[in-house]
């Protein structure tokens, strides 16, 4: 063993994990935000969109109870690793009082309450993958 295949076994460990967590915490993140969003007519939870590099602009008008078409989208745009920008907006006109709590269905909004969640498995993700 040399140092410097030492060093580059170390290199592709923590490049792997810092990918693999990036991922990982940018698809729990938005899914869960996604799912956590009240349904009434399917417009605040089908307005989720994703983008990479800059925000989504516009209200794309989406009707999705379901929340198919914005997960199948938060898929397709993130990044297989860390390194860019993901962003998810919703350009609902309500939406900042959904995440108020003005919903029964999510008093405590849908952003707050899974940042925590997925701030607690990054941590954990890290510890795991300390090299």
């Keep these: 063993m040399s140092f410097s295949g030492d060093m580059q076994r170390f290199i592709t460990k923590t ?5 693999t967590i990036a991922r990982v915490a940018t698809l729990e993140l938005f899914s869960g935000v996604i799912r956590a969003t009240p349904v009434d007519t399917g ?15 516009g ?3 989406r009707l999705d109870k379901t929340a198919a078409e914005p997960l199948a989208e938060v898929e397709r745009n993130t990044p297989p ?3 860019q920008v993901t ?11 959904l995440e108020q709590g003005t919903s029964r269905q999510a008093p405590e909004g849908m952003v707050r309450k899974n940042m ?7 941590d954990a993700a890290i510890r795991k993958n300390r090299v």
């Design 15 to 19: 490049t792997t994990a810092h990918n």
């Design 43 to 57: 417009r605040a939870r089908g307005g989720w969109q994703t983008g990479v590099g800059s925000a989504p602009k």
């Design 59 to 61: 209200d794309n008008k």
């Design 81 to 83: 690793g860390a390194g």
């Design 87 to 97: 962003y998810l907006a919703n350009n609902v006109p309500y939406i900042m009082n």
């Design 116 to 122: 925590d969640r997925v701030q607690k498995m990054v």
